[in-house]
């Protein structure tokens, strides 16, 4: 096969955030893929996974999460958010994101759930017992612009980690389409590797 010919395409790192990016006229912030093995700790254990985010996240800080949701737009039957996870009792900001989700893939209960907008998305899938699997399909090194900071509450971050994924149903049909970021890990969190 000749060179830049493909069956493949090309996986856009930052979708779906970057929809959100260029309708408010925002430049894209750097971003880079990286190996597993360059993801550092906890984040790595955060991020490595082929496991739901929000499960994992509550694991790890032993909290439940809420969603927030910074923005909405909805195509037929093509659901797009950009979001924030909270921890539900210390209100600590635990991922930034965006999803891309295919409403029509969903039972009626859990597409209002989703629509509604009070859950995240690995939640409803819990509670509606949606089987599915996780796709990861990069991992990433963020620099984050000033609205990723902001929406984080950050004053400052070099790089921040995060991933591509996506969410396959049983019968092979894509769920959703997901950037997932995760803020700057607390200092005593850093070491946490299990």
Request: aromatic letters at 6%.
């Amino acid at each position: 096969m000749p060179p830049g010919n493909t069956t493949e395409p090309k996986l856009e790192l930052l979708y779906p955030l970057d929809e959100f990016y260029t309708r408010a006229g925002r430049p894209l912030p750097l971003v880079a893929t990286v190996s597993p093995e360059e993801v550092p700790q906890p984040y790595r254990r955060l991020l490595v996974h082929q496991d739901d985010m929000t499960p994992t996240l509550e694991g790890f800080h032993g909290e439940r999460i809420d969603l927030r949701v910074l923005e909405r737009r909805v195509q037929g039957e093509a659901y797009m958010r950009q979001v924030i996870l909270v921890l539900r009792e210390s209100l600590q900001l635990v991922e930034y994101g965006a999803i891309l989700i295919h409403l029509d893939q969903f039972p009626a209960p859990a597409r209002e759930a989703i629509v509604e907008g009070k859950k995240p998305l690995g939640t409803v899938l819990a509670e509606y017992g949606i089987r599915h699997a996780n796709r990861p399909q990069a991992f990433l090194r963020i620099t984050p612009d000033a609205h990723i900071r902001q929406a984080l509450g950050l004053a400052d971050a070099d790089a921040l980690y995060g991933r591509r994924n996506l969410h396959i149903g049983s019968d092979g049909r894509l769920l959703a389409d997901i950037l997932e970021i995760l803020p700057p890990a607390p200092p005593a969190e850093r070491g946490k590797s299990e």
